[in-house]
T-cell receptor, first 113, second 114 residues
Protein backbone atom coordinates (compact mmCIF):
# COMPACT_ATOMS: atom_id res chain seq x y z
CA UNK A 1 0.00 0.00 0.00
CA UNK A 2 1.94 3.03 -1.28
CA UNK A 3 -0.61 5.64 -0.12
CA UNK A 4 -0.32 8.87 -2.10
CA UNK A 5 2.55 9.18 -4.57
CA UNK A 6 3.63 12.13 -6.68
CA UNK A 7 5.68 12.21 -9.87
CA UNK A 8 8.16 13.82 -10.34
CA UNK A 9 9.75 14.82 -7.01
CA UNK A 10 11.76 17.68 -8.51
CA UNK A 11 11.54 19.61 -11.76
CA UNK A 12 13.09 22.71 -13.28
CA UNK A 13 11.21 24.45 -16.10
CA UNK A 14 11.92 27.46 -18.24
CA UNK A 15 9.31 30.19 -18.47
CA UNK A 16 6.68 29.24 -21.02
CA UNK A 17 7.25 25.49 -20.88
CA UNK A 18 4.48 23.10 -19.94
CA UNK A 19 4.38 20.10 -17.68
CA UNK A 20 2.04 17.72 -15.87
CA UNK A 21 2.33 16.59 -12.28
CA UNK A 22 0.87 13.19 -11.53
CA UNK A 23 -0.75 12.22 -8.25
CA UNK A 24 -1.74 8.62 -7.64
CA UNK A 25 -3.46 7.01 -4.65
CA UNK A 26 -4.14 3.34 -4.02
CA UNK A 27 -6.61 3.78 -1.14
CA UNK A 28 -9.75 4.06 -3.29
CA UNK A 29 -10.34 7.59 -2.03
CA UNK A 30 -13.10 9.69 -3.60
CA UNK A 31 -11.70 13.15 -2.90
CA UNK A 32 -8.38 14.46 -4.16
CA UNK A 33 -6.71 17.85 -3.84
CA UNK A 34 -3.79 19.86 -5.18
CA UNK A 35 -2.10 22.44 -2.92
CA UNK A 36 0.87 24.70 -3.33
CA UNK A 37 3.18 25.69 -0.49
CA UNK A 38 5.10 28.94 -0.57
CA UNK A 39 7.35 30.35 2.18
CA UNK A 40 5.31 32.22 4.75
CA UNK A 41 2.01 31.33 3.04
CA UNK A 42 1.09 27.90 4.33
CA UNK A 43 -0.64 25.55 1.90
CA UNK A 44 -3.21 26.93 -0.50
CA UNK A 45 -5.75 24.91 -2.45
CA UNK A 46 -5.37 25.02 -6.24
CA UNK A 47 -8.01 22.56 -7.50
CA UNK A 48 -9.85 19.61 -6.12
CA UNK A 49 -11.99 16.67 -7.21
CA UNK A 50 -14.87 14.97 -5.41
CA UNK A 51 -14.91 11.96 -7.71
CA UNK A 52 -13.85 10.51 -11.01
CA UNK A 53 -14.61 12.88 -13.86
CA UNK A 54 -15.20 15.91 -11.62
CA UNK A 55 -12.95 18.88 -10.85
CA UNK A 56 -13.44 22.25 -9.16
CA UNK A 57 -11.44 25.40 -8.51
CA UNK A 58 -9.84 26.14 -5.20
CA UNK A 59 -8.35 29.32 -3.81
CA UNK A 60 -5.55 29.86 -6.37
CA UNK A 61 -6.55 28.12 -9.64
CA UNK A 62 -5.19 30.59 -12.22
CA UNK A 63 -2.52 29.16 -14.52
CA UNK A 64 -3.35 25.54 -13.67
CA UNK A 65 -5.62 22.87 -15.11
CA UNK A 66 -6.54 19.48 -13.70
CA UNK A 67 -8.08 16.22 -14.80
CA UNK A 68 -9.44 13.18 -12.97
CA UNK A 69 -10.07 10.61 -15.68
CA UNK A 70 -9.43 7.70 -13.32
CA UNK A 71 -10.41 7.57 -9.67
CA UNK A 72 -6.88 6.83 -8.52
CA UNK A 73 -5.15 9.61 -10.48
CA UNK A 74 -5.33 13.39 -10.29
CA UNK A 75 -3.24 15.36 -12.78
CA UNK A 76 -2.13 18.97 -12.40
CA UNK A 77 -1.07 20.77 -15.57
CA UNK A 78 0.85 23.96 -16.17
CA UNK A 79 0.33 25.06 -19.77
CA UNK A 80 2.76 27.97 -19.79
CA UNK A 81 4.91 28.03 -16.66
CA UNK A 82 5.73 31.35 -14.98
CA UNK A 83 8.30 32.14 -12.27
CA UNK A 84 5.38 32.83 -9.89
CA UNK A 85 4.56 29.12 -10.09
CA UNK A 86 7.84 28.20 -8.44
CA UNK A 87 6.61 26.33 -5.38
CA UNK A 88 6.26 22.99 -3.65
CA UNK A 89 3.14 21.15 -4.80
CA UNK A 90 1.29 18.67 -2.63
CA UNK A 91 -1.41 16.25 -3.55
CA UNK A 92 -3.79 14.87 -0.93
CA UNK A 93 -6.71 12.48 -0.79
CA UNK A 94 -9.47 11.57 1.63
CA UNK A 95 -12.05 8.80 1.49
CA UNK A 96 -15.10 10.95 2.13
CA UNK A 97 -16.41 14.23 3.45
CA UNK A 98 -17.18 14.85 7.09
CA UNK A 99 -13.84 15.66 8.61
CA UNK A 100 -11.79 12.65 7.67
CA UNK A 101 -8.02 13.04 7.60
CA UNK A 102 -6.40 14.07 4.34
CA UNK A 103 -3.45 11.93 3.34
CA UNK A 104 -0.62 13.83 1.66
CA UNK A 105 1.91 12.86 -0.96
CA UNK A 106 5.60 13.68 -0.51
CA UNK A 107 5.46 16.85 -2.59
CA UNK A 108 7.01 18.07 -5.84
CA UNK A 109 9.47 20.95 -5.83
CA UNK A 110 9.05 22.94 -9.03
CA UNK A 111 11.37 25.75 -10.06
CA UNK A 112 10.52 27.97 -13.01
CA UNK A 113 13.42 30.07 -14.32
CA UNK B 1 -14.61 32.24 3.79
CA UNK B 2 -12.49 30.44 6.30
CA UNK B 3 -9.36 31.94 7.79
CA UNK B 4 -6.75 30.41 10.03
CA UNK B 5 -4.21 32.59 11.79
CA UNK B 6 -0.92 31.54 13.29
CA UNK B 7 0.65 34.74 14.49
CA UNK B 8 3.95 33.35 15.78
CA UNK B 9 6.35 32.48 12.94
CA UNK B 10 8.90 30.79 15.19
CA UNK B 11 9.17 29.27 18.64
CA UNK B 12 11.88 27.49 20.57
CA UNK B 13 11.64 25.02 23.44
CA UNK B 14 14.13 23.21 25.64
CA UNK B 15 14.16 19.46 25.31
CA UNK B 16 11.81 17.80 27.86
CA UNK B 17 9.92 21.07 28.42
CA UNK B 18 6.38 21.95 27.36
CA UNK B 19 5.49 24.34 24.56
CA UNK B 20 2.17 25.71 23.30
CA UNK B 21 1.57 26.74 19.70
CA UNK B 22 -1.24 29.20 19.12
CA UNK B 23 -3.90 29.21 16.42
CA UNK B 24 -7.10 31.15 15.88
CA UNK B 25 -9.67 30.57 13.18
CA UNK B 26 -12.77 32.12 11.77
CA UNK B 27 -15.67 30.31 10.16
CA UNK B 28 -19.38 30.84 9.65
CA UNK B 29 -20.00 27.10 9.55
CA UNK B 30 -21.49 25.29 12.51
CA UNK B 31 -19.98 21.96 11.50
CA UNK B 32 -16.21 21.99 11.11
CA UNK B 33 -13.04 20.19 12.10
CA UNK B 34 -9.65 21.43 13.20
CA UNK B 35 -6.26 19.86 12.64
CA UNK B 36 -2.62 20.26 13.48
CA UNK B 37 -0.17 18.96 10.89
CA UNK B 38 3.57 18.54 11.34
CA UNK B 39 6.02 19.06 8.48
CA UNK B 40 9.57 17.91 9.29
CA UNK B 41 12.52 18.72 7.01
CA UNK B 42 11.56 15.70 4.89
CA UNK B 43 8.60 17.82 3.74
CA UNK B 44 6.05 15.08 4.44
CA UNK B 45 2.81 16.36 5.97
CA UNK B 46 1.94 14.33 9.07
CA UNK B 47 -1.33 14.58 10.98
CA UNK B 48 -0.68 15.33 14.65
CA UNK B 49 -4.15 15.73 16.07
CA UNK B 50 -7.76 16.28 15.02
CA UNK B 51 -10.67 17.95 16.81
CA UNK B 52 -14.35 17.85 15.95
CA UNK B 53 -15.95 21.21 16.68
CA UNK B 54 -19.08 19.63 18.16
CA UNK B 55 -17.05 17.83 20.81
CA UNK B 56 -16.33 19.80 23.96
CA UNK B 57 -13.62 17.43 25.10
CA UNK B 58 -10.13 18.42 24.01
CA UNK B 59 -8.35 15.90 21.77
CA UNK B 60 -5.21 14.18 23.05
CA UNK B 61 -2.63 12.02 21.29
CA UNK B 62 0.16 10.88 23.60
CA UNK B 63 2.34 13.96 24.28
CA UNK B 64 0.16 16.19 22.09
CA UNK B 65 -3.02 17.83 23.30
CA UNK B 66 -5.15 20.76 22.25
CA UNK B 67 -6.91 23.56 24.06
CA UNK B 68 -10.06 24.11 22.02
CA UNK B 69 -11.93 27.27 22.96
CA UNK B 70 -14.92 27.34 20.62
CA UNK B 71 -16.36 30.68 21.67
CA UNK B 72 -12.99 32.35 21.29
CA UNK B 73 -12.27 30.41 18.07
CA UNK B 74 -8.93 29.35 19.46
CA UNK B 75 -7.19 26.01 18.89
CA UNK B 76 -3.76 25.76 20.48
CA UNK B 77 -1.44 22.74 20.47
CA UNK B 78 0.47 21.73 23.58
CA UNK B 79 3.51 19.52 23.23
CA UNK B 80 4.66 17.96 26.48
CA UNK B 81 8.09 16.48 27.18
CA UNK B 82 9.45 17.98 23.94
CA UNK B 83 11.84 15.79 21.97
CA UNK B 84 14.42 16.64 19.33
CA UNK B 85 12.23 14.90 16.76
CA UNK B 86 9.46 17.42 17.42
CA UNK B 87 11.48 20.08 15.61
CA UNK B 88 9.45 20.90 12.50
CA UNK B 89 7.00 23.32 10.98
CA UNK B 90 3.50 23.00 12.41
CA UNK B 91 0.37 23.99 10.54
CA UNK B 92 -3.05 24.62 11.99
CA UNK B 93 -5.93 23.94 9.59
CA UNK B 94 -9.71 24.02 9.51
CA UNK B 95 -11.95 21.83 7.40
CA UNK B 96 -15.49 22.73 6.42
CA UNK B 97 -18.06 22.04 3.78
CA UNK B 98 -19.29 19.06 1.88
CA UNK B 99 -16.11 19.00 -0.20
CA UNK B 100 -13.81 18.71 2.83
CA UNK B 101 -11.60 21.62 1.86
CA UNK B 102 -8.74 22.42 4.21
CA UNK B 103 -7.70 25.99 5.00
CA UNK B 104 -4.21 26.28 6.45
CA UNK B 105 -2.49 28.84 8.61
CA UNK B 106 0.93 30.11 7.61
CA UNK B 107 2.71 27.73 9.93
CA UNK B 108 5.11 28.03 12.84
CA UNK B 109 8.67 26.74 12.92
CA UNK B 110 9.44 24.96 16.18
CA UNK B 111 13.03 24.35 17.20
CA UNK B 112 14.02 22.12 20.12
CA UNK B 113 17.19 22.93 22.07
CA UNK B 114 19.11 19.93 23.44
Amino acid sequence: NAGVTQTPKFRVLKTGQSMTLLCAQDMNHEYMYWYRQDPGMGLRLIHYSVGEGTTAKGEVPDGYNVSRLKKQNFLLGLESAAPSQTSVYFCASTPLAGGAEQYFGPGTRLTVT
Amino acid sequence: AQTVTQSQPEMSVQEAETVTLSCTYDTSESDYYLFWYKQPPSRQMILVIRQEAYKQQNATENRFSVNFQKAAKSFSLKISDSQLGDAAMYFCASLTGANSKLTFGKGITLSVRP
